[in-house]
């Protein structure tokens, strides 16, 4: 008795050891395995044996459906992301310093998965923190990524992930050079460059013409004394009815006004304004005297009948507005 009793006082640190040495394996064999292929592809075994209690290491799991029977444009969107970050810090923790292991579970392949976690919809993004070890928590509940604002770059995951495991190594996400962007962006610019090279000399007359700057100039001014800004700001509508079964093109007040309305003031100031530059500018260059004075009749009379119209949408903006010209009231 005394013999059998210390035969097994003797064997108790190797039995300690046997005990701890089945997960310590289980982590070895899942990282060899990650080193080859990441992330891992479960099934609802494999899954199991992963997540299971007594773990010393994380585990960060996607729960996804990517058949296109399932019609999860997230999950398929999601995936490349997926797949980039699990292989960005697999190859940058090759001796497994992080104790995190990377895993993907299809609905295909893990029907009995999602009906014992009640999961309706996907994808699903759970990581399991270690029940045991220098980095055990109280709480083995899985923590759960909430994908409302869409599918995540594999950075904020990476963020996400790091923050929950303190004291670990956190390998970088490494994008891959997207060789296509670079070629594209260089023929773009060297194709821009060749094009200015050869038409430089037809441009660069265009360029310095003052015609050219005046009216890019004088459009510009239209634009935003007419009240094209405010439209953006305020989306202002088109026009509106008059609540008699027309159409109202000016809205009353200085702070209302129609899209419409804007257009047509607009154009009654490009019309009073190249008027004016007709008389200042063209009108005195006319040779013949009748011609002259016939032409200073008509803008002037242009100029007449537009400012009068200017000053009737004017009493509509403020009612109370005492002055008019014919032939608008």
């Known amino acids: 008795m005394h013999f059998l009793k210390g035969l097994v006082v003797s064997l108790l640190p190797f039995a300690a050891l046997a005990a701890k040495k089945p997960a310590a394996d289980k982590f070895q064999q899942f990282h060899t395995k990650a080193l080859s292929s990441t992330p891992l592809k479960l099934d609802d ?77 996907a994808p699903v993004l759970l990581l399991f923190p270690p029940t045991q070890g220098p980095h055990a928590v109280s709480d083995s509940a899985p923590l759960r990524y909430d994908f409302t604002s869409g599918a995540p770059p594999a950075e904020q995951i990476h963020a996400w992930i790091s923050r929950h495991l303190p004291d670990r190594p956190h390998p970088e996400v490494h994008r891959p050079v997207n060789w296509m962007r670079i070629i594209a962006v260089t023929t773009t610019l060297l194709g821009t460059v060749t094009f200015i090279s050869v038409a430089w000399p037809y441009l660069l007359p265009v360029i310095q013409n003052r015609n050219v700057w005046a009216a890019i100039s004088l459009i510009a ?36 006004q129609f899209g419409l309305e804007t257009q047509i003031v607009a154009a009654m100031y490009g019309l009073l304004s190249f008027a004016t530059i007709s008389l200042a500018l063209k009108v005195p260059r006319i040779v013949d005297p009748r011609t002259q004075q016939v032409a200073v009749l008509i803008w002037g009379g242009v100029i007449f009948v537009m400012y009068s119209f200017l000053l009737s949408v004017f009493r509509i903006k403020n009612g109370g507005y005492p002055f008019w010209l014919p032939p608008f009231s």
């Open 221 to 256: 001014i239209l634009l935003f004394t007419s009240g094209h800004m405010f439209n953006h700001i305020r989306k202002v509508p088109y026009v509106a009815g008059d609540g008699r079964g027309g159409v109202s093109y000016f809205a009353g007040g200085f702070s209302n």
């Open 45 to 121: 075994t494999s899954y199991g044996q992963l997540t299971s209690g007594g773990r010393d290491y994380s585990v960060a799991v996607l729960l996804t459906a990517l058949e296109n029977r399932f019609g999860c444009q997230l999950c398929r969107e999601f995936q490349p992301e997926w797949d980039l970050l699990s292989k960005s810090w697999t190859k940058g923790d090759k001796k497994g310093e992080s104790r995190l292991i990377y895993g993907t579970l299809d609905f295909s392949e893990g029907k009995g998965t999602f009906q014992s976690l009640g999961l309706q919809t």
